[in-house]
C-alpha cells in the first residue's frame, strides 16, 4: 500500500500538473489527480479487513489516504 498506492499517485498528481502548466482545463487537472481514488479506497479497505493485522495499521491506512487525497 505505501510502496506502490504511494507512486501511483505522484504519477498522478505529476501528470496533473504538467497538464495545468500546459494550460489543459482545470476539470481535467482534477481529474487526472483524483483518478488513482477508486484505487486507494479499495487499497484502504482491504487493509483495514486484514485479519490478523496490528491494531495500528488502519490508523496508518487513514492518514495514508488523507494524505494522498491532498497531495
Known amino acids: 500500500m505505501l510502496?506502490?498506492?504511494t507512486l501511483v499517485n505522484l504519477v498522478a498528481t505529476?501528470?496533473?500538473l504538467m497538464a495545468a502548466a500546459?494550460?489543459?482545463p482545470v476539470a481535467l487537472a482534477a481529474a487526472l489527480h483524483f483518478a488513482p481514488m477508486p484505487y486507494n479506497l479499495f487499497l484502504f479497505a482491504a487493509l483495514w479487513r486484514l485479519r490478523g493485522r496490528a491494531p495500528v495499521l488502519p490508523m496508518l491506512a487513514l492518514v495514508w489516504l488523507v494524505t494522498?487525497?491532498?497531495v
Open 14 to 16: 505529476f501528470a496533473a
Open 68 to 70: 494522498m487525497t491532498v
Open 3 to 5: 510502496g506502490v498506492g
Open 22 to 24: 500546459q494550460g489543459a
